[in-house]
């Protein structure tokens, strides 16, 4: 499996599909690369898609130690990763957590950023997470590192509304669910989540974004609120509202979601 190697030694996990102009996208807390499986014969026709893991997820390292895994770090693991195939621009994104990576990268290396592309993210906003999410966060902590992933998958089902839209939408994503979460260890999401819970806010900063941008949310994704908020701040953003769309919006409406990205990213040529 191909790895690049961060600047403290962390290996994280790329794969690559199709040639042109690079693309590189992160899925959210917990995912892993397969799940841009419905989007990948797209999106990659006519570019360079490079689909990447951060580190405490699935296929690249997680760090026991807290310290090791933060937004920062997330952002070492972006910019390192371009180095390693060496790549000096690209679009760069995610879904969720990557999407809060992708915003906080553009606004540190803001020349290497053709264009951001963010997807069902409350993280890239910056804005505080509310109280109910914290809560469940850090039960979340508690549940994996007590009872591993299939009890944590079990708690997700039952209590974070990201996932249990998910499966409202489609009942068949419950064993998704489960596969989702198996492919992740404790420590490593455990760590994950603890980022989530300390991360930077950074929505007076949004402003400096002058990349070419595209927030694509779901119509029913409890991060519509911040994605619109997003969408204030960054100047000439566009939005891409899917119907019938939670917070897997690549997942539940893969053809409109697919639409929509490959749209944007002709339109940059």
Known sequence: MPHSTTRDGVRVYYEEHGRGEPVLLAYGIGGNAGMWEPNIGALSAGHRLILWEPRGHARSDSPEDPKKVTFAHWVWDLHDLMDHLEIDRAVVGGLSLGGGIATRFTLAHPTRVRALLII????????????????????????????????MAEFAIESNPNVAGRIKLDPSARNEIFDYYRRLTPIGYANALRALLQMDYITDRLGEITAPTLLVCGDEDPSLGPMREIQKRIAHARFALLSLAGHFANRDQPVAFNRAVVEFLSGLA
Not at 123 to 133: C, E, I, K, M
Request: no cysteine.
């Open 120 to 151: 069902d993210s409350s993280s890239a906003s910056g804005l505080p997470l509310g109280v109910d999410n914290i809560v469940m966060r850090a039960k979340s902590i508690e549940v994996t590192l007590k009872g591993g992933m299939d009890a």
